[in-house]
């Protein structure tokens, strides 16, 4: 705790009243920002919208060569690390900064293994030629808006993916600070916002895998 | 820090994480579950959609703190997810209510949309999507462009 | 910017200016007003690029055919014309300078909430703006500031460049607007409620929340676009099922919300002048306030009204067209309470009021004439006409650029200490609004006489009106030359205005002007709110004539 009370002060920037207020702005900056992020992936929301309203079956249809098992596998790994890092979050506002690292460790690796599963599948449909546009080349499956399904598909997921990338970038940052026992009662705000950052990535891809896989 | 910007006595612990993570898990599991049974396409659509929102809702409100958050972090999730439904609308009422040629080739309002009664005939029958995972050399690649 | 060394006892005050000396204090600097200078300075200089190729264009346009350019340079030309003005001036100008400046000064806090992503947001500038002026000197686009599709993913030109240049503005400008929204919510001084916040402030909010929630959208938008140009997968191309008009939709959602982006913070700037040149408060300061929040919201409702020809369904031309004309509704309110602000007022006709009465007008005839476009069958007619450029124009350059004008004129002795030589500005004023009147009214013939915009020729009809245009384009350009001159030279000969040379109760006027480098030694404490003359010790009236 000695530590702590002396590094409240000194993370006070000149321009604050008090932490409190300083706590308070970070947060409200990071949840703009989290809009802005549900802003950029409403472009490709709304195209699959469009896309889909204008070609059902062939979505339909291409959706059916998605790999739902991955997928699915994919959906549980997002959602326990979601757990994983309120946990963190959690034991960061206790200062139990060991916990902090392993839960985080834990997060990293689920996000290792999201980015692995996905690597699969896109070999998968690679090797299969579902690809989107003009490089769309598999014979089993062809009609109006298939490709679209496919050219959505990789934007859709390639964009998600390369958030979880940068979380997962954010989360290590905030882990190597936790093994320097940085956190406590009264500082945990970094933890908290790639948190919050993290479980974005999480419910954006809770709408991505039932419009990619299921429908 | 006696008053903080939540108030002490909100805060979730390890326990209610783990309910939340139960929750979320079996709702993955209802999804999954429709979606294998197979109960048609609206029903499908309808708890595939309603059971993400739901669970964007659970993360939202305890992974993400909205529980105990100040309120405008409430009102910019709030007006974000509106922006997109608006987007996302007064687009399609554009294409939903379209002369059919307007829109791309071959798109369902060329067919047989109840709105699209008066529109001359198309020219040609579009390609319809194929399905033959048996035979793949066969096929043309590619509808017409 | 540094001020020479002047005999005049200004600059031997402490302040911003003089705190830390150094082009490297200035490039690491994290200070909101420093900040805002340095915006200054690289909105000034886009907006004279800008403006040289507008003079081309109109000298171009001297004659029907060919005068100083091919066709191809024309179309590269115009696009940047518009991207440069657009992105590189109207989008930061008023928010990055004035904003950045004077919503600390303002609400009675040392910074804005986060100093380090503020400098973040004028590096952001700078690349963006390095990226696409390199695109075009590379290539040239020539698609126009609009990028539609199909044409910009089919054109030979280079695009690519110029898109992610004004994605990476757009991230400039979602930064700023962010850290706005946080500055107004957490940092105000006691005694600066939300009823008591300056109606620029009110302004700026509105401005940000565009921000924040539209950029995000064009800059996935472009991305697209781009990823169409470099691998082809076919979401703007009707070949593989894609539809071109989702480009315009997905645009125009932002774009439109970014006219607001541009004048909201005019209307903001006006607020502020009309109330200290007329020496009273603000007739009906809540609906002023709230009608900025009014237009950001309706804003978001209209982008279809730009489709009406483009293939949109008639039924949504139709919705969008009159949700279009709500926000003639907000900006109507604005401009009764302006006008009555000054009734009754002790009128003090100065260079920054002189530039008000013209954003009057200009605004009450463009948005006039915005509503008559907002009618489908009126648009049909008008559509990608001149009628459009003269409409836009009227808004955008009379609009915007007259209230920056009366803005850095307003607050000039406060950011720098000086004044500027008032016969001269009132010239200047007097020009560049004959001169703007001269270039566009002969626009709205042409365009209600069928002539297109960006077309290189046109049949010889068109002539006299053409050369009237471009004559008072002239006008404007010199105008212009003679602000930016009178005030470079006043940096430095300018006579030393004082703290508060209009005697004006914003609350930006309770600092020294130049501020110091720290805002306020102590954090001061209202009880009162902006512009309260009528109440209080007799306003001391300086009248200018």
Same mark, same amino acid.
């Given at each position: 705790?000695?530590?702590?009370?002396?590094?409240?002060?000194?993370?006070?920037?000149?321009?604050?009243?008090?932490?409190?207020?300083?706590?308070?702005?970070?947060?409200?900056?990071?949840?703009?920002?989290?809009?802005?992020?549900?802003?950029?992936?409403?472009?490709?929301?709304?195209?699959?919208?469009?896309?889909?309203?204008?070609?059902?079956?062939?979505?339909?249809?291409?959706?059916?060569?998605?790999?739902?098992?991955?997928?699915?596998?994919?959906?549980?790994?997002?959602?326990?690390?979601?757990?994983?890092?309120?946990?963190?979050?959690?034991?960061?506002?206790?200062?139990?900064?060991?916990?902090?690292?392993?839960?985080?460790?834990?997060?990293?690796?689920?996000?290792?293994?999201?980015?692995?599963?996905?690597?699969?599948?896109?070999?998968?449909?690679?090797?299969?030629?579902?690809?989107?546009?003009?490089?769309?080349?598999?014979?089993?499956?062809? &009609? #109006? %808006?298939? +490709?679209?399904?496919?050219? =959505?598909?990789? /934007?859709?997921?390639? *964009?998600?993916? $390369?958030?979880?990338?940068?979380?997962?970038?954010?989360?290590?940052?905030?882990?190597?600070?936790?093994?320097?026992?940085?956190? &406590? #009662? %009264?500082? +945990?705000?970094?933890?908290? =916002?790639?948190? /919050?950052?993290?479980? *974005?990535?999480? $419910?954006?891809?809770?709408?991505?895998?039932?419009?990619?896989?299921?429908? | 820090?006696?008053?903080?910007?939540?108030?002490?006595?909100?805060?979730?612990?390890?326990?209610?994480?783990?309910?939340?993570?139960?929750?979320?898990?079996?709702?993955?599991?209802?999804?999954?579950?429709?979606?294998?049974?197979?109960?048609?396409?609206?029903?499908?659509?309808?708890?595939?959609?309603?059971?993400?929102?739901?669970?964007?809702?659970?993360?939202?409100?305890?992974?993400?703190?909205?529980?105990?958050?100040?309120?405008?972090?409430?009102?910019?999730?709030?007006?974000?997810?509106?922006?997109?439904?608006?987007?996302?609308?007064?687009?399609?009422?554009?294409?939903?209510?379209?002369?059919?040629?307007?829109?791309?080739?071959?798109?369902?309002?060329?067919?047989?949309?109840?709105?699209?009664?008066?529109?001359?005939?198309?020219?040609?029958?579009?390609?319809?999507?194929?399905?033959?995972?048996?035979?793949?050399?066969?096929?043309?690649?590619?509808?017409?462009? | 910017?540094?001020?020479?060394?002047?005999?005049?006892?200004?600059?031997?005050?402490?302040?911003?200016?003089?705190?830390?000396?150094?082009?490297?204090?200035?490039?690491?600097?994290?200070?909101?007003?420093?900040?805002?200078?340095?915006?200054?300075?690289?909105?000034?200089?886009?907006?004279?690029?800008?403006?040289?190729?507008?003079?081309?264009?109109?000298?171009?346009?001297?004659?029907?055919?060919?005068?100083?350019?091919?066709?191809?340079?024309?179309?590269?030309?115009?696009?940047?014309?518009?991207?440069?003005?657009?992105?590189?001036?109207?989008?930061?100008?008023?928010?990055?300078?004035?904003?950045?400046?004077?919503?600390?000064?303002?609400?009675?806090?040392?910074?804005?909430?986060?100093?380090?992503?503020?400098?973040?947001?004028?590096?952001?500038?700078?690349?963006?703006?390095?990226?696409?002026?390199?695109?075009?000197?590379?290539?040239?686009?020539?698609?126009?500031?609009?990028?539609?599709?199909?044409?910009?993913?089919?054109?030979?030109?280079?695009?690519?460049?110029?898109?992610?240049?004004?994605?990476?503005?757009?991230?400039?400008?979602?930064?700023?607007?962010?850290?706005?929204?946080?500055?107004?919510?957490?940092?105000?001084?006691?005694?600066?409620?939300?009823?008591?916040?300056?109606?620029?402030?009110?302004?700026?909010?509105?401005?940000?929340?565009?921000?924040?929630?539209?950029?995000?959208?064009?800059?996935?938008?472009?991305?697209?676009?781009?990823?169409?140009?470099?691998?082809?997968?076919?979401?703007?191309?009707?070949?593989?099922?894609?539809?071109?008009?989702?480009?315009?939709?997905?645009?125009?959602?932002?774009?439109?919300?970014?006219?607001?982006?541009?004048?909201?913070?005019?209307?903001?700037?006006?607020?502020?002048?009309?109330?200290?040149?007329?020496?009273?408060?603000?007739?009906?300061?809540?609906?002023?306030?709230?009608?900025?929040?009014?237009?950001?919201?309706?804003?978001?409702?209209?982008?279809?009204?730009?489709?009406?020809?483009?293939?949109?369904?008639?039924?949504?031309?139709?919705?969008?067209?009159?949700?279009?004309?709500?926000?003639?509704?907000?900006?109507?309110?604005?401009?009764?309470?302006?006008?009555?602000?000054?009734?009754?007022?002790?009128?003090?006709?100065?260079?920054?009021?002189?530039?008000?009465?013209?954003?009057?007008?200009?605004?009450?005839?463009?948005?006039?004439?915005?509503?008559?476009?907002?009618?489908?069958?009126?648009?049909?007619?008008?559509?990608?006409?001149?009628?459009?450029?003269?409409?836009?124009?009227?808004?955008?350059?009379?609009?915007?650029?007259?209230?920056?004008?009366?803005?850095?004129?307003?607050?000039?002795?406060?950011?720098?200490?000086?004044?500027?030589?008032?016969?001269?500005?009132?010239?200047?004023?007097?020009?560049?609004?004959?001169?703007?009147?001269?270039?566009?009214?002969?626009?709205?013939?042409?365009?209600?006489?069928?002539?297109?915009?960006?077309?290189?020729?046109?049949?010889?009809?068109?002539?006299?009106?053409?050369?009237?245009?471009?004559?008072?384009?002239?006008?404007?350009?010199?105008?212009?030359?003679?602000?930016?001159?009178?005030?470079?030279?006043?940096?430095?000969?300018?006579?030393?205005?004082?703290?508060?040379?209009?005697?004006?109760?914003?609350?930006?006027?309770?600092?020294?002007?130049?501020?110091?480098?720290?805002?306020?030694?102590?954090?001061?404490?209202?009880?009162?709110?902006?512009?309260?003359?009528?109440?209080?010790?007799?306003?001391?009236?300086?009248?200018?004539?």
């Amino acid at each position: 705790m000695h530590t702590e009370a002396a590094a409240a002060p000194s993370r006070l920037a000149h321009h604050f009243p008090d932490m409190k207020t300083q706590e308070h702005a970070a947060r409200m900056g990071m949840w703009l920002f989290l809009s802005t992020e549900i802003l950029l992936f409403a472009v490709l929301f709304t195209a699959y919208a469009l896309y889909r309203f204008l070609f059902p079956v062939g979505f339909e249809e291409a959706s059916r060569l998605a790999h739902v098992a991955m997928g699915a596998t994919n959906t549980v790994v997002l959602i326990t690390s979601s757990l994983t890092v309120a946990l963190a979050i959690h034991y960061a506002r206790q200062g139990e900064n060991r916990k902090v690292v392993g839960l985080l460790a834990v997060t990293i690796l689920f996000g290792v293994t999201f980015m692995v599963l996905k690597g699969f599948e896109y070999h998968h449909h690679w090797v299969d030629g579902q690809l989107p546009g003009r490089f769309y080349s598999y014979s089993g499956l062809q &009609g #109006p %808006g298939v +490709s679209m399904y496919f050219a =959505l598909y990789f /934007l859709m997921t390639g *964009l998600h993916g $390369l958030h979880v990338l940068i979380g997962m970038g954010l989360l290590g940052w905030v882990a190597w600070r936790a093994t320097r026992n940085e956190f &406590g #009662p %009264g500082y +945990s705000t970094p933890v908290e =916002l790639s948190g /919050l950052y993290w479980h *974005l990535v999480d $419910l954006i891809w809770i709408f991505l895998f039932p419009l990619l896989y299921l429908l | 820090m006696t008053a903080t910007t939540h108030s002490e006595g909100k805060h979730l612990g390890p326990a209610q994480y783990v309910m939340v993570w139960v929750a979320l898990m079996v709702l993955t599991g209802v999804t999954l579950a429709v979606w294998k049974a197979d109960l048609g396409y609206s029903a499908r659509v309808a708890v595939a959609l309603g059971v993400a929102l739901v669970k964007a809702a659970l993360v939202a409100i305890f992974f993400m703190h909205l529980w105990e958050e100040r309120g405008v972090a409430r009102l910019t999730l709030v007006v974000a997810g509106l922006l997109v439904l608006l987007l996302i609308g007064l687009t399609l009422v554009d294409n939903a209510t379209r002369f059919p040629y307007a829109n791309p080739p071959y798109s369902e309002s060329w067919k047989d949309a109840p709105w699209q009664k008066d529109a001359p005939p198309m020219q040609g029958e579009p390609p319809p999507v194929r399905v033959t995972p048996a035979d793949r050399s066969t096929h043309p690649a590619g509808h017409a462009p | 910017m540094s001020p020479s060394p002047a005999s005049s006892p200004a600059y031997q005050t402490p302040n911003y200016l003089n705190a830390v000396k150094g082009v490297g204090s200035w490039l690491t600097t994290l200070d909101h007003k420093r900040i805002g200078v340095m915006y200054l300075v690289l909105t000034v200089l886009s907006f004279f690029l800008g403006g040289v190729f507008a003079l081309l264009l109109r000298i171009e346009l001297v004659t029907p055919g060919p005068t100083i350019m091919d066709a191809m340079t024309y179309n590269r030309m115009f696009t940047l014309h518009g991207v440069i003005m657009i992105f590189l001036f109207m989008i930061p100008a008023i928010p990055g300078i004035f904003g950045n400046f004077f919503i600390p000064l303002m609400i009675g806090a040392q910074d804005v909430a986060f100093p380090r992503i503020n400098l973040l947001s004028v590096y952001l500038y700078l690349a963006g703006a390095a990226i696409a002026v390199w695109g075009m000197i590379q290539g040239g686009t020539d698609t126009g500031w609009t990028f539609y599709t199909p044409y910009s993913t089919t054109t030979v030109t280079t695009v690519a460049p110029v898109l992610l240049g004004a994605f990476i503005l757009g991230m400039g400008s979602i930064v700023t607007g962010l850290n706005f929204i946080v500055t107004v919510h957490t940092m105000r001084a006691p005694g600066v409620t939300w009823m008591r916040l300056p109606l620029f402030v009110w302004a700026m909010y509105a401005t940000s929340v565009i921000q924040v929630l539209a950029t995000p959208v064009l800059g996935m938008t472009l991305l697209l676009v781009a990823f169409e140009r470099v691998f082809g997968f076919g979401i703007f191309d009707p070949a593989r099922g894609g539809d071109p008009i989702l480009f315009q939709h997905l645009f125009w959602f932002y774009s439109h919300p970014a006219v607001y982006i541009m004048i909201l913070p005019a209307m903001g700037v006006v607020s502020e002048v009309v109330q200290t040149f007329s020496r009273k408060n603000m007739f009906g300061y809540k609906a002023v306030a709230f009608s900025s929040l009014g237009i950001a919201f309706v804003g978001f409702f209209v982008w279809g009204h730009h489709l009406f020809t483009s293939g949109q369904s008639t039924f949504a031309s139709g919705v969008f067209g009159v949700l279009s004309m709500f926000v003639g509704l907000f900006t109507a309110i604005k401009v009764f309470n302006w006008t009555a602000t000054m009734y009754q007022g002790a009128i003090q006709v100065s260079a920054p009021f002189v530039y008000f009465m013209g954003f009057l007008y200009f605004l009450v005839f463009g948005g006039l004439t915005g509503i008559a476009l907002s009618t489908v069958s009126l648009d049909v007619h008008w559509q990608d006409t001149y009628f459009v450029v003269a409409h836009f124009h009227f808004i955008m350059v009379g609009g915007t650029i007259m209230a920056f004008l009366a803005g850095l004129h307003y607050w000039w002795p406060k950011m720098f200490g000086r004044m500027y030589s008032e016969r001269w500005a009132l010239a200047a004023a007097v020009l560049v609004i004959v001169g703007f009147n001269a270039t566009f009214i002969p626009q709205f013939l042409l365009g209600n006489m069928g002539m297109p915009r960006r077309y290189y020729s046109y049949p010889e009809q068109f002539w006299p009106l053409n050369v009237a245009s471009t004559a008072g384009a002239s006008l404007l350009g010199l105008g212009f030359t003679i602000v930016l001159v009178y005030l470079v030279v006043s940096l430095v000969k300018g006579r030393v205005s004082g703290p508060n040379p209009w005697n004006s109760r914003g609350y930006e006027w309770n600092t020294p002007s130049p501020p110091e480098a720290q805002n306020f030694p102590e954090t001061p404490v209202h009880d009162r709110g902006p512009h309260e003359y009528q109440d209080g010790p007799a306003a001391e009236v300086k009248h200018a004539h």
